[in-house]
């Protein structure tokens, strides 16, 4: 018979990234560009200081965790939930505070994949001759910055599509009513997500449809990240008195022509729509190069389709509801090109289900396979 062998220090850092990974998700709603981290001070097996950080501009967990406790530091261990930075940017090097504190010991859960750290952080503590242990709770610290590590991978925005529908997939009746498919409950939490995403994405058909705002009104977000609106106007034909276009609040048009009129608060980029489509990578890496790491995109049914036919997204959440309407024509969450043969179906992979309201949220992920 195998067994593993215990390791009693193995387990302690489990035990405190844990710690630390509760107090990075605290930040979820104020971070923006940063990512979240948590931090633990340890010493003699007693949790010292805690810290997080809160927004981006102020202290990072380490310092924040620094603050709260003095000489005790000394040959104490450091969980983290993230490298730590070793650059000047909004704040000073974390890695100075480490050293200047006299820890001991460093559990970092995950390297920081901005290449301006990206190890150079761990090394620098190591040559100051801290024990640096990195990869404890690597996966759980993966999934909370998934926004963040994508973005700084990639050098592009990390996609959520997200949808309320029926049962049978449909958005909206053949009449292209859909408010409301889902319950209150379900609505709140998808208000929650525009929260947490820099950005939020419809297509031109939806705002003809609709008349959206596409505003925060929760009032969670402390980011300094201004929320943007992004229409996605492949046809050109988006109205100008929009009620989105006239609020004054940050919105970027992608558009083949603006339309007169419109009001000046409204960046145009000016892009061709051949077949009919827009290039989705060149408007996520126009969307980066304006500070947007996330995008929420709402739809409609083409948006999705496009996104989901190019493979540009990262997440989706949907929100089920226990009705159907039917109807070739109401519009679905996907209504691409089909495929004849299965094997050619666009794949994903389901994470997590759980009732909100009288709805099913789903989160699902792109399959591996296709």
């Not at 810290?51 to 530091?73: I, N, P, W, Y």
Request: aromatic share 6%; glycine share 8%; charged share 25%.
């Amino acid at each position: 018979m195998s067994y593993t062998p215990y390791n009693a220090r193995r387990v302690n850092d489990e035990i405190f990234m844990r710690r630390a990974l509760d107090l990075a998700e605290r930040g979820r709603y104020g971070v923006s560009p940063n990512p979240m981290v948590g931090c633990v001070i340890v010493s003699d097996g007693a949790i010292i200081a805690e810290g997080f950080h809160e927004r981006a501009g102020e202290a990072h967990a380490e310092v924040a965790a620094l603050r709260r406790c003095g000489d005790e530091t000394r040959g104490a261990t450091m969980y983290v939930t993230l490298e730590p930075c070793c650059h000047h940017g909004r704040t000073p090097p974390c890695t100075e505070a480490v050293r200047a504190a006299g820890i001991a010991r460093l559990v970092i859960a995950m390297r920081d994949p901005n290449s301006i750290v990206d190890g150079r952080g761990i090394q620098e503590l190591r040559d100051a001759g801290i024990e640096v242990v990195v990869g404890v709770l690597e996966a759980q610290a993966r999934r909370l910055n998934e926004k963040f590590a994508w973005a700084m991978s990639q050098q592009l925005p990390f996609v959520l599509l997200k949808a309320g529908m029926t049962l049978d997939g449909k958005l909206a009746t053949v009449t292209r009513e859909s408010q409301w498919i889902t319950s209150s409950e379900a609505r709140e939490r998808s208000l929650l997500l525009r929260e947490e995403y820099d950005a939020i994405a419809i297509g031109s058909g939806t705002l003809i449809a609709d008349n959206p705002r596409l505003t925060r009104r929760l009032g969670v977000s402390t980011s300094v990240t201004p929320f943007t609106r992004v229409v996605l106007d492949a046809a050109g034909d988006a109205p100008a008195h929009a009620q989105m276009f006239a609020d004054g609040g940050r919105t970027i048009l992608f558009t083949p022509r603006a339309p007169q009129d419109l009001a000046s608060s409204v960046e145009v980029v000016e892009m061709n729509a051949p077949s009919g489509r827009l290039d989705l990578i060149a408007v996520l890496r126009e969307l980066f190069a304006r500070g947007i790491r996330s995008l929420l995109v709402e739809g409609g049914s083409l948006v999705h389709s496009d996104f989901i036919r190019r493979g540009l997204w990262q997440k989706m959440i949907v929100f089920a509801a226990p009705v159907i309407v039917g109807g070739a024509e109401a519009p679905s969450i996907f209504s691409g090109e089909p495929v004849s043969r299965l094997t050619d179906a666009y794949r994903f992979r389901f994470d997590r289900a759980e009732i909100v309201g009288s709805d099913i949220m789903i989160t699902a992920y792109p399959s591996s396979e296709g």
